[in-house]
C-alpha cells in the first residue's frame, strides 16, 4: 500500500504530464491528498484546479506547451536544469536509467527519464526511505524545481504546481527532529 507522500507524487506526476480529459479528477483528488500535512502546498493546488475547471482540454493543452515546450526556464527536465544540455546530462540520463532498471521501474519509451513526471511517477513507486528517493530530491529535484519557480510569471496557473510540489518536497525531505531527554 502507498503511503501518503507516494500518493502525491503520483498525483503531481499526473498532473505534470500533458493534459487529458482525468485531469481535474486527479487535481481534485492531489487537494484532498495534501490540504491536512501540506495545507499550504494545497491551497497552491486549489488555485490551479480553479483555473482548469475553467477551461477547455485544448486551452490547458495550449497553456501546457506553451510553459513546458516553448519556454526553457520551465522545461519539465530537472537534469536540464541541472547540467543543460551537455554530456553532464547524458551522463546524468544514462545513470537515471539504470538506477530505475534496479528498481523494476518501467517509464513511458516516449520520454526521457529526467521528464519530471517520470521522475515523480519514480518516487511514488520505491520505499520513502529509498536512499535513491532522497537523492533525487535533494541533488536534483529541490535545486531544478527552485530554478524553474523563478521562471513562472505570476499568471501562469503552472508556477502554482512548481511551488506547490517544491513545498511537499522540503516539507517531506526534512529530517525530523528529534530532542534526547
Not at 487529458?20 to 487535481?27: D, K, N, Q, S
Not at 490551479?48 to 477547455?56: D, G, I, L, N, P
Amino acid at each position: 500500500m502507498k503511503t501518503n507522500n507516494q500518493q502525491i507524487y503520483h498525483l503531481f506526476a499526473a498532473i505534470f504530464t500533458y493534459p487529458y480529459p482525468e485531469l481535474p479528477g486527479e487535481i481534485s483528488q492531489c487537494y484532498r491528498q495534501l490540504k491536512g500535512e501540506y495545507p499550504e502546498a494545497a491551497e497552491l493546488i486549489h488555485q490551479f484546479q480553479t483555473f482548469v475547471e475553467a477551461k477547455s482540454i485544448w486551452e490547458l493543452e495550449e497553456v501546457y506547451t506553451i510553459t513546458f515546450d516553448l519556454n526553457p526556464v520551465c522545461f519539465p527536465y530537472p537534469g536540464f536544469h541541472l547540467f543543460g544540455e551537455n554530456f553532464n546530462r547524458a551522463d546524468f540520463l544514462v545513470k537515471l536509467q539504470q538506477k530505475y532498471q534496479e528498481h523494476g521501474f518501467i517509464y513511458p519509451a516516449n520520454e526521457l527519464a529526467d521528464h519530471l513526471s517520470v521522475m515523480l511517477q519514480f518516487l511514488s513507486v520505491i520505499d520513502n526511505d529509498a536512499v535513491i528517493g532522497q537523492e533525487l530530491i535533494e541533488d536534483c529535484l529541490l535545486p531544478a524545481l527552485e530554478k524553474m519557480t523563478t521562471g513562472f510569471k505570476d499568471e501562469n496557473p503552472y508556477g502554482k504546481v512548481v511551488q506547490a510540489l517544491l513545498l511537499v518536497l522540503q516539507t517531506a525531505n526534512k529530517p525530523e527532529l528529534v530532542i534526547c531527554p
